[in-house]
Every structure is written in structure tokens, then in C-alpha cells.
């Protein structure tokens, strides 16, 4: 079945580079899309950018400056990477899987989430 | 960007009809469809997809749930309301980017 899981550090200092990786299964990276949604503590979900299945990405222009999505299809995984953390990225960062292309772009498996605080 | 606003909270009797409203700023209809999706999230979980382009229910839920509406105005409906549906519900559109979200609403039982 299908299935994604994130994983990542804890917890950051402001400055540092956040890395995230979302592991998937049951269905390959070059077949469907995967996005990253974030959501602070307590507050709502917030689109961040999507990798598609032919490689190419779409970026909320509010992070485009320091987010980089990519892809290794042989591990079937993705990687997040946001430069310049600031206290105000601390939350829950999501990875889900797009059931359609770009025209569509609903998200219809998600993983669990990995929580990520930053702070000094 | 286009902006989703929802009511923060609804109260319903367990049995009853749950109508969780969702207005953009701009029209999200584009050539017959209309780009707005439903999910729910219970607490320290993850969101649930619900409903996509508006109306279409999503494999495996149930049919309680049922979405419409066109162009601005969105509303997703639960009836009967069960308690298992106790959560925060979202919309979001993918009419235009950045794809976004409204704020949610907690629907709670009386």
C-alpha cells in the first residue's frame, strides 16, 4: 500500500540548514508528485513546494528563496533542504503524495509528519 | 494569492447535519472544474483527504461526506454526523499557485 514516512531532526538553531527526507512506497516517484506541507503548532497547513514525476518543481514564492526539493527514484526518496531557519519555521513538516499532475494537485496520502523546532 | 476563509468552529448533535463552509477571494473554476479539495485531520494526526475538485468523494470514505459549490463558494457537508468525525476540516485550492489552505474548522459535538 502506499505509504510515506518523514524523517529529520528535532531540533535546529536559527541560521542552520534544515534537511528532511520522505521515504516512499507502494508507488514511484516518477509516476505521481510529492509535495511538503508545513504547519506551526496549533495553526493550519501551509503548502511549501512540489517535486513532480518528471522532476521538475513548483515553490511557494513565500520560502522559494531557501527551499530546494529533490529526488534520488532509486531510493525512492525526496529531500527537503531551507536555508536561514528562522524560530517561525518550527512546526510540522508533512510530505504527501499528489494523486494527479500539476492541474489537479490535490494531495491524497500524507505521512505522519516529523516535527522540527528552532530555537537556540 | 488566493485567500480560503472557513468559520473557526461548529457545534452539531451527533445524528444531525454538519455544513462546513469554504469562500475564496477569487474564482477557482477552470474549464468545467473547480479546484477545491476537502481534507480532515484529527489531533496528532495527519490530514485525510476527503473530497477532491469540489465534489468527488475520495477512496474509502464513507458517504456521509459530500462536497459542492462552484466558482467562490464551497461547502462540505457530513450527515449524520458520527463521533468519530470530531476534527479540524480543511480546504484547499489548486486553481492557482501557491496552492493554499483555508484556516480550518473544528467541528465539535454539543
Known amino acids: 500500500q502506499v505509504q510515506l514516512k518523514e524523517s529529520g531532526p528535532g531540533l535546529m538553531q536559527p541560521s542552520e540548514t534544515l534537511s528532511l527526507t520522505c521515504t516512499v512506497s507502494?508507488?514511484?516517484?516518477?509516476?505521481?508528485?510529492v509535495g511538503w506541507v508545513r504547519q506551526p503548532l496549533g495553526k493550519g497547513l501551509v503548502w511549501m513546494g512540489t517535486?513532480?514525476?518528471?522532476?521538475?518543481?513548483n515553490y511557494n514564492s513565500a520560502v522559494q528563496s531557501r527551499l530546494s526539493i529533490s529526488r534520488d527514484t532509486s531510493k525512492s526518496q525526496v529531500f527537503l533542504k531551507m536555508n536561514s531557519l528562522q524560530p517561525e519555521d518550527t512546526g510540522t513538516y508533512y510530505c504527501?503524495?499528489?494523486?494527479?499532475?500539476?492541474?489537479?494537485?490535490?494531495?491524497?496520502?500524507w505521512g505522519q509528519g516529523v516535527m522540527v523546532t528552532v530555537s537556540s | 494569492d488566493i485567500v480560503l476563509t472557513q468559520s473557526p468552529a461548529l457545534a452539531v448533535s451527533l445524528g444531525q447535519r454538519a455544513t462546513i463552509s469554504c469562500k475564496t477571494n477569487?474564482?477557482?473554476?477552470?474549464?468545467?472544474?473547480?479546484?477545491m479539495h476537502w481534507y480532515q485531520q484529527k489531533p496528532g494526526q495527519q490530514p485525510k483527504l476527503l473530497i477532491y475538485?469540489?465534489?468527488n468523494l475520495a477512496s474509502g470514505i464513507p458517504a456521509r461526506f459530500s462536497g459542492r459549490g462552484s466558482g467562490t463558494d464551497f461547502t462540505l457537508t457530513i450527515d449524520p454526523v458520527e463521533a468519530d468525525d470530531t476534527a479540524t476540516y480543511y480546504c484547499?485550492?489548486?486553481?492557482?499557485?501557491?496552492?493554499?489552505f483555508g484556516g480550518g474548522t473544528k467541528l465539535e459535538l454539543k
Open positions: 477569487q474564482n477557482v473554476d477552470y474549464y468545467g472544474n473547480s479546484y
Open positions: 507502494g508507488f514511484s516517484l516518477t509516476s505521481n508528485g
Open positions: 517535486i513532480w514525476a518528471g522532476g521538475s518543481t
Open positions: 475538485l469540489a465534489s
Open positions: 484547499q485550492q489548486s486553481r492557482n499557485l501557491p496552492w493554499t
Open positions: 504527501a503524495r499528489h494523486e494527479g499532475d500539476y492541474t489537479v494537485a490535490h494531495f491524497d496520502y
